[in-house]
């Protein structure tokens, strides 16, 4: 029978064999994975768990929270913060950071998440998903604060996603490849089931929200337009179009089989950069787009070279196989 090598067994290795995590990072994206089994059980359970529907309030960026957004950050929080490898948690979720209470040890790292992403899925039970980035509190004496966390992406130390679908998937890279883990229910752990994940360089496959075409820019519309036009077009072949409307769900597909993910900054509201988070969503999936031999770009430069300057920072978001990346991220120089 083929060897069966759970989450916990392969961050042994990563620490022990390879070095390329300490103990503390290992403990850390093992509770994360702890909190993300036990925020699939309350996804899973659905309207029997009384988890649907809207909580009755709003987030800090003014979105209506449904309660699986404050379940699943509930979850993260209690999960963390007395292990005493974190210092402080930010998220989509919460106003400011979320300092490590002083009854628990500080440890040196530094968690961002987007609890639950995909909430407009989650009631009409569509996959969904948590994204998280680890980063290191920057060295010091003094306690920690909201700054500590505006580091550019090519910074994190370690990033991942756990998809709610048909199968529940930790997605993980410590920046050495991507691996993927699927969670045996019976057992209650994590299995790899993939490694040294490859996107393809060239795809037929776009994902964006053809809904806010008007809206957008030129190069944007001119990548779609070549698409759209096909075999008669200038790309000389066929498109096809997915959009699920949860981040991870359309990563996981490009992690999968490839193709191209676009969420740009468009005419609706001109003061925001786009309407992605860059700290909880664009930098974990740049990042594991990148590991895994993809790109990701805001159109005019690599997300992970972008220096936040708060927390809740929105950015453009273009990423996916390497070849289609570059063409609309060259659309936007060309201009
Ligand atoms: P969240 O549920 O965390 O707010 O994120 C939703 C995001 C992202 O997952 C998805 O790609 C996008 O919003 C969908 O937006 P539209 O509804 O505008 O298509
Ligand atoms: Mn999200
Ligand atoms: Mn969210």
């Known amino acids: 029978m083929a060897k069966r090598i759970s989450l916990t067994r392969y961050l042994v290795e990563q620490q022990r064999v390879d070095g390329l995590i300490p103990g503390q990072l290992r403990l850390l994206l093992e509770v994360v994975a702890r909190a993300c089994k036990s925020i699939s059980h309350a996804v899973n359970k659905g309207a029997l768990g009384g988890v649907l529907g809207s909580a009755?309030?709003?987030?800090?960026?003014g979105e209506i929270q449904k309660k699986l957004d404050i379940i699943a950050n509930e979850v993260l929080i209690e999960a963390n913060e007395w292990g005493g490898h974190l210092a402080a948690m930010a998220s989509e979720e919460m106003d400011g950071i979320y300092v490590v209470p002083n009854r628990y040890p500080q440890g040196e790292y530094l968690l961002l998440f987007d609890p639950l992403d995909g909430s407009s899925n989650i009631d009409v039970n569509v996959s969904i998903g948590t994204i998280f980035s680890v980063l290191k509190k920057p060295e010091g004496d003094r306690g920690v604060e909201a700054g500590d966390f505006l580091q550019a992406g090519h910074q994190q130390v370690a990033a991942g996603y756990c998809v709610y679908g048909p199968q529940t998937t930790l997605v993980l890279t410590v920046g050495d490849g991507v691996a993927m883990f699927t969670l045996d229910r019976e057992q209650g752990s994590f299995i790899l089931t993939q490694e040294n994940v490859r996107i393809p360089e060239d795809t037929?496959?776009?994902?964006i929200n053809m809904s806010n075409m008007r809206h957008w820019d030129a190069p944007i519309k001119r990548y779609v337009d070549e698409c759209l036009q096909g075999v008669e077009?200038?790309?000389?072949?066929?498109?096809?179009?997915?959009?699920?409307?949860?981040?991870?769900?359309?990563v996981h597909r490009i992690l999968t089989r490839g193709g191209i993910f676009m969420y740009p900054w468009d005419?609706?509201?001109?003061?925001?950069?786009?309407?992605l988070r860059l700290?909880?969503?664009?930098?974990?999936?740049?990042?594991?787009?990148?590991?895994?031999g993809g790109a990701a770009?805001?159109?005019?430069?690599?997300?992970?070279?972008?220096?936040p300057g708060q927390l809740?920072?929105?950015v453009s978001v273009?990423?996916?196989?390497?070849?289609?990346?570059?063409?609309?991220?060259?659309?936007?120089?060309?201009?």
């Open 318 to 335: 273009i990423l996916g196989s390497k070849n289609e990346v570059e063409r609309v991220t060259s659309y936007h120089s060309e201009l």
């Open 233 to 250: 077009g200038p790309r000389g072949k066929n498109f096809n179009m997915r959009w699920v409307a949860s981040m991870v769900a359309d």
């Open 204 to 207: 037929k496959e776009f994902a």
């Open 56 to 61: 009755d309030s709003e987030n800090v960026q």
């Open 267 to 275: 005419k609706r509201e001109p003061n925001k950069p786009g309407k």
């Open 279 to 292: 700290m909880y969503e664009a930098n974990p999936m740049g990042w594991l787009v990148e590991q895994a």
């Open 312 to 314: 809740h920072e929105r």
């Open 297 to 307: 770009t805001n159109g005019k430069q690599r997300i992970l070279d972008i220096q």
